[in-house]
């Protein structure tokens, strides 16, 4: 537990350092966010705002692992495939950021691009997992404490693989207001922390452990107003790492729970675009993901980041108690 907690608050400081060295950097390079023509009005001011700020708590947990790795403290190397997952994730994202600059505007990698990256990432990760006897196809349900009993292997790997690439999309919806997707993921960090302890897991949990403080750190940059964005760098990386972490601890079913705010980021632009088609024109929000909706509402970004992140925290809280 002390090496936890150790690692939670060097991945803070380290975090922190980053991002006092990373945004000079990124400033002379000129790596500004553009917006989207299409998106809020009032967002037009954030255009300039470096971007690729995910770099901080990506590098942070990186040496956080490596460091443990050197004290000769690791025993258990599935946290490496979880990390790896995450930052294949990341470099798809980086991908996206780079063209985006590059091409002074809000596009980077198309749809299906971006679609088939990450779905060959994660058929390899569940791949992996299964061949190490990590993976089990036994589905957990919360709240009930019961197994599915063994479902079919390509069965279960073919919607393990849509899942993973529609959670790691949904935490990248998530990501439309500062603060608000780092805010709304370090209860899921610490949450999975908890739950690799609990499991006995000790090592895995030092991946969500110096997230949690990496995160906390980047948002003394990213809280509003924003210094520096994430960009789907940080994003994609994030939600490779919540779907990881999930398989990895064989609870996937558990994502429903603690990525509600997830979930209902995504159901909303499902619902907008669908109400749009079927009445021709008409809108269900005023604005979708739903925190643009709210923001049009005229809460203020640190009112809806607050909100949010307190039910992902009572979410979290919620799946914790299930599991005793």
């Known amino acids: 537990m002390t090496r936890i907690l150790v690692t939670g608050v060097v991945g803070a400081v380290l975090s922190g350092l980053l991002g006092y060295l990373l945004l000079p950097?990124?400033?002379?390079?000129?790596?500004?966010?553009?917006?989207?023509?299409?998106?809020?009005?009032?967002?037009?001011?954030?255009?300039?705002?470096?971007?690729?700020?995910?770099?901080?708590?990506?590098?942070?947990?990186?040496?956080?692992?490596?460091?443990?790795?050197?004290?000769?403290?690791?025993?258990?190397?599935?946290?490496?495939?979880?990390?790896g997952l995450s930052l294949c994730f990341g470099l798809v994202g980086f991908l996206d950021d780079y063209f985006k600059v590059k091409h002074k505007r809000?596009?980077?990698?198309?749809?299906?691009?971006?679609?088939?990256?990450?779905?060959?990432?994660?058929?390899?990760?569940?791949?992996?997992?299964?061949?190490?006897?990590?993976?089990?196809?036994?589905l957990y349900?919360?709240?009930?404490?019961?197994?599915?009993?063994?479902?079919?292997?390509?069965?279960?790997?073919?919607i393990a693989m849509v899942a993973m690439v529609g959670c790691v999309n949904a935490v990248n919806l998530t990501d439309g207001v500062d603060g608000l997707?780092?805010?709304?993921?370090?209860?899921?960090?610490?949450?999975?922390?908890?739950?690799?302890?609990?499991?006995?897991?000790?090592?895995?949990?030092?991946?969500?452990?110096?997230?949690?403080g990496g995160l906390i750190?980047?948002?003394?940059?990213?809280?509003?107003?924003?210094?520096?964005?994430?960009?789907?760098?940080?994003?994609l990386f994030l939600g490779g790492v919540v779907c990881a972490l999930a398989f990895a601890l064989n609870m996937p079913l558990m994502l429903l729970v603690v990525g509600l705010v997830y979930i209902i980021e995504t159901l909303s632009v499902i619902l907008q675009v669908g109400y749009f088609k079927l009445t021709h024109g008409k809108r269900l929000f005023k604005m979708a993901p739903i925190h643009h909706h709210f923001e049009k509402c005229g809460w203020k970004e640190e009112k809806i980041v607050i909100v949010f992140a307190s039910v992902s925290a009572v979410m979290c809280a919620i799946a914790w108690v299930s599991l005793q």
């Open 25 to 83: 950097v990124l400033r002379a390079l000129k790596v500004g966010q553009s917006i989207r023509e299409v998106g809020p009005t009032w967002h037009n001011n954030k255009a300039g705002t470096p971007m690729m700020g995910g770099l901080m708590f990506i590098f942070a947990a990186l040496l956080c692992l490596l460091g443990n790795v050197i004290a000769g403290a690791m025993t258990d190397y599935t946290v490496f495939y979880v990390m």
């Open 181 to 212: 997707s780092s805010s709304v993921t370090i209860p899921v960090m610490v949450f999975f922390t908890a739950v690799a302890v609990m499991q006995g897991k000790y090592d895995l949990a030092l991946l969500p452990a110096s997230l949690t």
């Open 141 to 158: 349900i919360p709240f009930f404490d019961v197994f599915t009993g063994e479902i079919n292997l390509f069965v279960y790997l073919f």
């Open 217 to 235: 750190a980047y948002l003394f940059y990213n809280w509003h107003p924003a210094k520096v964005f994430m960009g789907d760098t940080g994003s």
């Open 106 to 138: 809000n596009l980077g990698l198309t749809s299906i691009q971006k679609a088939l990256l990450q779905m060959a990432v994660s058929a390899l990760y569940l791949y992996i997992l299964y061949t190490q006897d990590v993976l089990i196809t036994n």
